[in-house]
């Protein structure tokens, strides 16, 4: 059994067991947690779609770790003019584990 979830302004698939980094989530660590933006689950042969999302079914996750992924270097250059601009970008995220999925 799996399911399509939207949060953060990404999709993910995701099923039972499943760890995942997404976008930060402020919650504390340990606690349980429910997403309630499905728009698709899939049982085997029956799968329900969402017009765009599917009413009454939630998605629940535990929260194991909040961080910050590795450093991203931004570097722009326009050659001959002597223009250099250097950047960096840690993006924060929340670690969850999905223990449950209920239509």
């Known amino acids: 059994m799996y399911a399509i979830i939207k949060t953060g302004g990404k999709q993910y698939r995701v099923e039972a067991g499943l760890k995942l980094k997404i976008e930060q989530i402020p ?6 947690l429910s997403i309630d933006q499905v728009l698709m689950v899939a049982d085997g042969d029956n799968v329900s779609v969402g017009k765009p999302l599917l009413s009454g079914a939630s998605v629940q996750a535990t929260v194991l770790e909040q961080g910050r992924h590795d ?9 001959r003019k002597h223009y250099q601009k250097h950047q960096g970008h840690r993006q924060n995220y929340t670690e969850i584990q999905i223990t449950g999925i209920s239509v």
């Open 71 to 79: 450093k991203i270097r931004i570097f722009k250059m326009k050659r």
């Open 27 to 32: 919650a504390d660590i340990g606690s349980e």
